[in-house]
């Protein structure tokens, strides 16, 4: 007798017991009331490795969440960590949330302050400048949102942060790499909390390794509610460490920041040369902004014929709506309608409808 076939039901039902779905996210509270992005800014810390923004949350938002978060389930990390990772006492959350990581980023200051595009309160630098900083154009924040509740006693010892490879959702999906981390602190000792500073150690200059100078001191940040610190992490991260918390409770949401490199743009058959990002398709579509919130009217910021970017092949740039539909490619607020909307404003219709571009002009990404 042949063996019994599965019904399509049960063969599902083999799939789903062998991986369960992941749990839902949590229905996280709106992030209001927040102070107006005018009256935040960057502040740089130890330039090129700590900057922070002060009050990115208000003491509002971080109480409700607090309240929040309590509710949760956390799980208390064991204190024998796996054979090199730092020793990590503290209870927490993790769940890949990509829209709550795009809440996080663009419901909030951080990326405006981030891109350079809020009209203060940013670093005063080129693109050039700002893509080496973060360590490239950063598109958002990683998915994987960490909570941590320090209790009294509990710590994170000294360790160094690496950079992850992850995938920022989306149509289609975007792969990314993590070069800073966000911690955005929620308590301080203004609600209790004393103690938990995340405290760096700047290496010792190289001629300096061997002489018995004292090393150099090390760099305390201390917990202030709503303050967002975003530290270099990978290859050049500063060994650093969560202070043990000697009074009350601390909370943190960790996140990372997330650049595109060349090599994924190029395996999405996308080229960049120093200036310039161009899509190949046989389709069409388009050429994307980039980075797109420097060009909030594309078709302003297209190069005039005859540059030397017509050597690239031609593409019939047709009206960005239709990125919104039914891309090759797109990020960020292009794949949004409202967005896709607002350059229909009167003040387009200069242009022609269907104009026919080859590429549209960019800073530099590093590789
Ligand atoms: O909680 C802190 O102060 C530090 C956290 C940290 O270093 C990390 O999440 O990697
Ligand atoms: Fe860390």
Not at 89 to 111: H, M, P, Y
Not at 229 to 257: N, T
């Amino acid at each position: 007798m042949p063996p019994k076939k599965k019904s399509k039901s049960e063969s599902s039902a083999v799939v789903k017991s062998s991986k369960p779905p992941p749990p839902p996210p949590p229905n996280w509270p709106a992030l209001q009331p927040l102070i107006p992005a005018s009256d935040l800014s960057l502040h740089e810390l130890l330039p090129g490795q700590i900057i922070t923004v002060p009050n990115l949350w208000t003491t509002t938002l971080c109480k409700n969440y607090v309240s929040f978060l309590s509710s949760l389930p956390l799980t208390t990390t064991p204190g024998k960590p796996n054979k090199g990772d730092a020793v990590r006492v503290n209870d927490r959350f993790q769940i890949d949330d990509a829209s709550f990581a795009e809440r996080l980023w663009s419901g909030t200051a951080l990326k405006n302050l981030v891109l350079g595009l809020a009209e203060y309160g940013t670093l005063d630098l080129s693109d050039a400048e700002r893509n080496k900083l973060w360590g490239g154009q950063v598109i958002g924040l990683n998915p994987n949102i960490r909570v941590y509740r320090y209790s009294t006693g509990q710590f994170f010892d000294q360790h160094y942060d690496d950079f992850n490879n992850v995938v920022i959702p989306g149509s289609p999906a975007m792969p990314a790499r993590t070069t800073w981390t966000l911690l955005l602190y929620l308590t301080s000792p203004a609600t209790g909390c004393i103690g938990g500073e995340t405290v760096f150690y700047p290496e010792p200059a190289p001629r300096n390794k061997k002489s018995k100078e004292p090393p150099p001191e090390p760099f305390v940040v201390h917990l202030e509610v709503g303050l967002a610190l975003l530290h270099r992490h990978g290859a050049d991260c500063m060994l650093h460490e969560g202070r043990p918390v000697l009074e009350g409770e601390k909370w943190v949401i960790r996140s990372d920041l997330c650049i595109v490199t060349h090599a994924q743009l190029r395996s999405r058959n996308i080229d960049i040369d120093n200036k310039a990002l161009v899509i190949h398709s046989s389709t069409v579509m388009g050429i994307v902004p980039f980075p797109l919130h420097h060009h909030c009217h594309p078709p302003r910021s297209l190069p005039h014929s005859g540059t030397r970017l017509l050597t690239y092949r031609r593409t019939i740039f047709t009206e960005l709506l239709t990125l919104g539909d039914s891309p090759p490619f797109h990020l960020g607020d292009l794949t949004e309608r409202s967005h896709s909307r607002a350059l229909n404003t009167p003040d387009d219709v200069s242009y022609p409808s269907k104009p026919v571009y080859d590429c549209l002009v960019v800073p530099s990404i590093p590789t």
